[in-house]
């Protein structure tokens, strides 16, 4: 039987960058027996080789042109892989792409240069409308402003985004109701965005996003308008409905401890990938 406890401090340590052989020294002269060790190397392989990727970022590009004369690359031959089921986070300064690279993942934007591939399905070339559908039937967005409707209450906004999938009136009820109870606002339904407090308004986005059964959701500072103890029990949310519901979560985050709760940490400087850190199966 594999000893997860070895599991999790192998990965640690690999986040860590230090070598496997270094790894297996280590855990030999602090007892543990190197059979046990080839074997918990041989399960994180295989459980690694199984992830399927649900997006592909291949060498992206994107520059903003600011005015005439000035240029600025926001992201500069980055790629990348989701996988499907994970929870990934992407940190860095500001300014160093985090948002322009969400974007690209969420279909929003279109890069000046590389390749999307999204469910295997290479999106160059797609028109408008095929993009529209594309985020409408499999991207739930969680932003930091919330954006809720403000003269819609909770579950007329949570309702309002199954009903652009063309949702029957009565299902889009009782979908948005069974979602917003199994976030803990039962009890505020029918209240309008003014009514609620931050961590309040962003559950409720957060519903909006799981209502309609994406296979991704995107977050971009879902916690920038709360304080820690809300933004803990946010980030702590996510990784629930990662687990319970299986979706794959992208989380942006300039908070250190919040992206480290992430299976895998993709740090950015200046536009490039400067590290990916493995701190999960």
């Not at 690359?73 to 994970?86: F, H, Q, R, T």
């Not at 949310?237 to 989380?251: G, S």
């Amino acid at each position: 039987m594999i000893n997860q406890e070895l599991i999790d401090y192998i990965i640690k340590c690999r986040a860590l960058k230090i070598s496997n052989e270094q790894i297996k020294t280590n855990l030999i002269s602090i007892g543990w027996h190197n059979e046990l060790i080839n074997d918990a190397f041989h399960e994180i392989v295989s459980i690694e080789s199984q992830k399927l990727p649900l997006v592909r970022i291949n060498n992206i590009f994107k520059r903003y042109s600011p005015s005439k004369n000035i240029t600025v690359a926001a992201l500069n031959g980055i790629s990348l892989e989701v996988y499907k089921g994970e929870f990934l986070s992407i940190t860095g300064y500001s300014g160093s792409g985090k948002s322009t690279l969400l974007n690209l993942i969420g279909l929003i934007d279109e890069p000046d240069g590389g390749e999307i591939i999204f469910e295997n399905e290479d999106i160059k070339g797609s028109k408008n409308r095929q993009l529209t559908q594309l985020r409408l039937f499999n991207i739930g967005f969680i932003f930091q402003f919330f954006n809720l409707l403000e003269d819609f209450t909770a579950i007329e906004n949570v309702a309002f985004a199954l009903r652009l999938q063309n949702v029957g009136f009565r299902k889009t009820k009782e979908r948005a109701k069974e979602i917003l109870e199994v976030l803990g606002l039962k009890d505020k339904m029918k209240r309008y965005p003014k009514e609620l407090s931050g961590g309040e308004q962003q559950r409720v986005a957060i519903a909006r996003a799981l209502a309609k059964d994406p296979l991704l959701i995107l977050a971009d500072e879902p916690t920038a308008h709360l304080d820690f103890k809300n933004g803990q029990l946010l980030i702590s949310l996510l990784r629930e409905i990662n687990v319970k519901f299986k979706k794959t979560i992208v989380l942006v985050s300039h908070e250190p401890s919040f992206a480290e709760q992430a299976d895998r940490v993709v740090i950015l400087m200046d536009g490039k990938l400067n590290d990916i850190k493995r701190l999960r199966l």
